[in-house]
């Protein structure tokens, strides 16, 4: 069995293990191929756990815990060519200091689940053909946690194959901190999984965070799209 992953957030910690037991798979897409600025090969020894993503500058490391964006990246263009019109809408209400609603487009195959008032929420993809995968699913979270990209606890003998940063630039012309990394598994049944984080503000009043998981760099190429189409309150 693949070992789980947990997100650097205690209190999503929980969360990202119970999704592990759900199902997920975005719908196939065609990938596009994606840019590799950077793969470092870090093993985490079978029976441990590692901290994920690993990035070759340590000073990006902040004293909460999280990593530093990279102010220098540039735009995403990864899952550019995918239209969202006809992916149904969420709308998420959101705290009252930001007032409001947000919302998202995601494709059909993808449940919301609403958690703490909306301060939270993680849509689930399909059942996984594959039992012994991981579920696809996206989290979206709002306020002030971490300062920069989440630090994932990862278990096995993975190593990281993929990492890249971007600016995504969203509906409303804002835009926000990206970062893609891929890690997989060199013992059976020898499965990979991608990752997407994404930090950022909104508004002056709405921070945003994010976590997304699937199998590919397809379903990275859909998450991307997904963040978007999301539309705020201007403020």
């Not at 997100?7 to 596009?32: D, E, I, N, Q, Y």
């Not at 009252?96 to 301060?119: D, E, M, V, Y």
């Amino acid at each position: 069995m693949r070992p789980f992953g947990t997100c650097g957030f205690a209190w999503l910690a929980s969360l990202v293990a119970t999704s592990c037991t759900h199902g997920g798979h975005p719908a196939p897409l065609a990938p596009k191929d994606v840019t590799v600025d950077t793969v470092m090969v870090f093993t985490a020894d079978s029976g441990s756990t590692g901290q994920f993503p690993q990035i070759p500058d340590s000073s990006r490391l902040l004293a909460d815990g999280s990593i530093r964006p990279d102010s220098s990246a540039g735009p995403c263009e990864q899952g550019s060519e995918i239209s969202t019109q006809q992916w149904p809408r969420t709308r998420v209400p959101l705290h009252p200091r930001a007032a409001g609603s947000l919302t998202i487009h995601l494709p059909s195959s993808f449940t919301p689940q609403f958690f703490g008032a909306a301060q939270m929420v993680t849509w689930y993809g399909p059942p996984p053909t594959n039992p012994r995968s991981f579920p696809a699913h996206i989290s979206l979270w709002f306020g002030q946690r971490e300062r920069g990209y989440p630090m994932i606890s990862i278990g096995g003998k993975a190593h990281q194959t993929q990492l890249h940063e971007c600016r995504l630039r969203l509906a409303d012309d804002h835009a926000i901190a990206v970062m893609l990394f891929a890690v997989a598994w060199s013992e059976p049944p020898m499965l990979a999984e991608h990752y997407l984080l994404a930090t950022g503000e909104l508004n002056p009043t709405l921070r945003i965070e994010v976590i997304a998981t699937g199998d590919d760099s397809a379903a990275q190429s859909q998450f991307l799209a997904a963040l978007r189409s999301i539309e705020v309150p201007r403020r």
